[in-house]
């Protein structure tokens, strides 16, 4: 990988322009693959990222690994959660390897961050156990806020990368149709798709709003059934019959 990872460091912070979104969205995914899962399974994930994910995962799974390529991203993670029970291994996606298989694979806000989707997809292929299930979650470039902007002429484009996505080391972004055709052109079959967050309006005005928690809660859950207008969005996939 041509980035270096230590140098978004600053993102993963609570000082983040959108950690008001990330406390949400990261919060919120782990609990729904959980919540399709069982504890017994075995879980393989990439990426450490803010650590919200992994935390969580780390308290329900009875096997986790975790990869990150970022000595810093896991020393905070270590700091923030030093009683975690994850297994973490540094090194990049590309060069990983391992005899394990997994019941469940997670690519929590991978694939918008690696140089080639493609590579990735179709190498941790071979670490899926027979049957096994494979969650990928990204940011959603054609949600409902987004196209609130673009129809009031503030976002030429709404698959163009902002600040924010800058900051974080984005590298793409995704909707439903091109997330699916993603997974598809890798080999795999996509059996569910789910909403993070229906997030209408900015991260500004949200926080202006001072919402409850009830509605918060609200919104992801009405999100689940709208992919396509969420602020990110989750699919399951399974490795497509050969």
Request: charged content about 20%.
């Amino acid at each position: 990988m041509s980035n270096d990872l230590d140098t978004f460091i600053a993102a993963y912070s609570d000082s983040f322009g959108y950690a008001y979104d990330n406390n949400i969205i990261l919060n919120w995914y782990p609990r729904r693959i959980m919540a399709l899962c069982t504890r017994e399974q075995t879980l393989l994930e990439l990426g450490v990222g803010h650590g919200f994910s992994t935390n969580h995962f780390s308290q329900f799974f009875s096997e986790h690994t975790v990869i990150d390529g970022s000595a810093s991203v896991i020393n905070q993670f270590k700091t923030q959660y030093p009683d975690s029970r994850a297994e973490i291994v540094e090194g990049y996606f590309e060069t990983f390897d391992t005899d394990k298989r997994f019941d469940l694979i997670v690519m929590g806000f991978v694939l918008e961050h690696v140089e080639d989707p493609q590579v990735i997809l179709q190498k941790f292929k071979r670490y899926l156990a027979p049957g096994g299930r494979c969650f990928v979650a990204v940011p959603n470039g054609e949600s409902l806020h987004r196209r609130f902007g673009h129809e009031a002429g503030l976002l030429d484009d709404m698959m163009a990368l902002g600040q924010g996505d800058l900051e974080l080391g984005h590298m793409r972004s995704y909707s439903v149709q091109t997330l699916t055709a993603e997974l598809e052109a890798a080999g795999y079959q996509v059996v569910r798709k789910e909403g993070i967050f229906l997030k209408p309006f900015t991260t500004g005005q949200l926080k202006e709003l001072n919402l409850s928690a009830d509605i918060v809660a609200a919104m992801c859950t009405v999100g689940i059934d709208y992919p396509e207008l969420s602020c990110a969005m989750m699919v399951e996939a399974t490795v497509a019959a050969s």
